[in-house]
C-alpha cells in the first residue's frame, strides 16, 4: 500500500499515520526526518541540502526528492509507504508522480484526512505545555484539572509561540495557498480518498482503513 498524506496543520495526519504503520508494517517517510538524518550522516545529499540551510535557504526539490528516491529503494518500503509532509505543491507531486512511475512504485491513494477549520483553531490554540515535565494540554479538549497547572507535577502551563492564533492563521493560509489545491490535483488522478477527521482516535483510523481498503 503506497500512500501520500494530506491534510491541514492539526487535522491529526501524525496520529493515524503512527496507526498505518502498526497495522500495516510500512514505513512513514517524513521528508523532515530525511534531512535532519542526510546532514547528520553526512551523505552527498545531505551535504547538499546543509549547504542551502547553512544560507537560510529553501532545499531545492531536486535534492529533497533525491532523498526520497533513496529512502524508497530501501527493503522496507517493498511492500509500501506512507509518504508525509511531501508533496507540499503540484510542481512537487508532478516531480514526484514522475519519480515514483520510473521506480514503478506508484502512489495507490492520497489520504485526506479532512477537519472544519473551527476544529483546527481550537486543536492548534488551545495546545499548553507544562514548563516543568512538557506534558501537554488542550484547554477544550483535554484540560488541567486545575486552570494553568499540570496535573502531573504542578508546574505552570504556557502557550508556545507556534500555537498562538496570529502564528496558526497564517500557517493555515499557507496550507490553503500551497498545499490544499495538491486535493484537486490527486481527485484529478483518481487516487483521492478523503476521511473526516473528527471524533475519537481510534473510530477515525476505523474510517481511513475502510477508506483505503477501497484504494
Do not use: H, W
Given at each position: 500500500?503506497?500512500?501520500?498524506?494530506?491534510?491541514?496543520?492539526g487535522?491529526?495526519?501524525?496520529?493515524?499515520?503512527?496507526k498505518?504503520?502498526?497495522?500495516?508494517?510500512?514505513?512513514?517517510?517524513?521528508?523532515?526526518?530525511?534531512?535532519?538524518?542526510?546532514?547528520?550522516?553526512?551523505?552527498?545529499?545531505?551535504?547538499?541540502?546543509?549547504?542551502?540551510?547553512?544560507?537560510?535557504?529553501?532545499?531545492?526539490?531536486?535534492?529533497?526528492l533525491g532523498?526520497?528516491?533513496?529512502?524508497?529503494?530501501?527493503?522496507?518500503?517493498?511492500?509500501?509507504?506512507?509518504?508525509?509532509?511531501?508533496?507540499?505543491?503540484t510542481?512537487?507531486?508532478?516531480?514526484?508522480?514522475?519519480?515514483?512511475?520510473?521506480?514503478?512504485?506508484?502512489l495507490?491513494?492520497?489520504?485526506?484526512?479532512?477537519v472544519?477549520?473551527?476544529?483546527?483553531?481550537?486543536?492548534?490554540?488551545?495546545?499548553?505545555?507544562?514548563?516543568?515535565?512538557?506534558?501537554?494540554?488542550?484547554?477544550?479538549?483535554?484540560?488541567?484539572?486545575?486552570?494553568?497547572?499540570?496535573?502531573?507535577?504542578?508546574?505552570?502551563?504556557f502557550?508556545?509561540?507556534?500555537?498562538?492564533?496570529?502564528?496558526?492563521?497564517?500557517?493555515?493560509?499557507?496550507?490553503?495557498?500551497?498545499t490544499e489545491?495538491?486535493?484537486?490535483?490527486?481527485?484529478?488522478?483518481?487516487?483521492?480518498?478523503?476521511?473526516?477527521?473528527?471524533?475519537?482516535?481510534?473510530?477515525?483510523?476505523?474510517?481511513?482503513?475502510?477508506?483505503?481498503?477501497?484504494?
Amino acid at each position: 500500500m503506497r500512500i501520500v498524506l494530506l491534510g491541514a496543520p492539526g487535522a491529526g495526519k501524525g496520529t493515524q499515520a503512527k496507526k498505518l504503520i502498526e497495522k500495516f508494517g510500512i514505513p512513514q517517510i517524513s521528508t523532515g526526518d530525511l534531512l535532519r538524518a542526510a546532514v547528520a550522516e553526512g551523505t552527498e545529499l545531505g551535504k547538499e541540502a546543509k549547504s542551502y540551510m547553512d544560507k537560510g535557504e529553501l532545499v531545492p526539490d531536486s535534492v529533497v526528492l533525491g532523498m526520497v528516491e533513496e529512502r524508497l529503494g530501501r527493503d522496507d518500503c517493498k511492500d509500501g509507504y506512507i509518504l508525509d509532509g511531501f508533496p507540499r505543491n503540484t510542481a512537487q507531486a508532478e516531480a514526484l508522480d514522475e519519480m515514483l512511475d520510473k521506480m514503478g512504485m506508484p502512489l495507490d491513494a492520497a489520504l485526506n484526512v479532512d477537519v472544519p477549520t473551527e476544529d483546527l483553531m481550537k486543536r492548534l490554540t488551545g495546545r499548553r505545555t507544562c514548563e516543568q515535565c512538557g506534558q501537554m494540554y488542550n484547554v477544550y479538549f483535554n484540560p488541567p484539572a486545575e486552570e494553568g497547572k499540570c496535573d502531573k507535577c504542578g508546574g505552570t502551563l504556557f502557550q508556545r509561540d507556534d500555537d498562538k492564533e496570529e502564528t496558526i492563521t497564517k500557517r493555515l493560509e499557507v496550507y490553503r495557498e500551497q498545499t490544499e489545491p495538491l486535493i484537486d490535483y490527486y481527485r484529478q488522478k483518481g487516487i483521492l480518498k478523503t476521511v473526516t477527521g473528527t471524533g475519537a482516535i481510534d473510530e477515525i483510523f476505523t474510517r481511513v482503513v475502510e477508506t483505503l481498503g477501497a484504494a
